[in-house]
Nanobody, 121 residues
Framework: QVQLVESGGGLVQPGGSLRLSCAAS????????MAWYRQAPGKQRELVAA???????TIEDSVKGRFTISGDNGKRTVSLQMNSLKPEDTAVYYC???????????????WGQGTQATVSE
């Protein structure tokens, strides 16, 4: 059974920083892709940033230049460094990993439970 556990959310003032981390545990043969999504109240879940197994990254336009994603397949972790935070960044942040649990098995998406990040005075 694969589990993803996030940490690092909290309350921060506008202009501040937070670092989110996500660690995977369980039987994992290979991690293909890692990503962070967020969901604000009343809105759909949206992709924030993603990193492929080769290190290529995708960053959503509204956070470019402020957020950085990094991943370590060996340690089974992905992090999101969030700087210059704005009130509109307030959301529950979820990590997602595409994981194979066996060499001949399918690649499946696994999600963390979410961590709240609130940007407010």
């Amino acid at each position: 059974q694969v589990q993803l556990v996030e940490s690092g959310g909290g309350l921060v003032q506008p202009g501040g920083s937070l670092r989110l981390s996500c660690a995977a545990s369980g039987i994992i043969w290979r991690i293909d892709d890692m990503a962070w999504y967020r969901q604000a109240p009343g809105k759909q879940r949206e992709l924030v940033a993603a990193i492929g197994s080769g290190g290529s990254t995708t960053i959503e336009d509204s956070v470019k230049g402020r957020f950085t994603i990094s991943g370590d397949n060996g340690k089974r972790t992905v992090s999101l460094q969030m700087n210059s935070l704005k009130p509109e960044d307030t959301a529950v942040y979820y990590c997602k990993m595409i994981i194979k649990t066996a060499w001949d098995g399918p690649s499946l998406a696994y999600w963390g439970q979410g961590t709240q990040a609130t940007v407010s005075e």
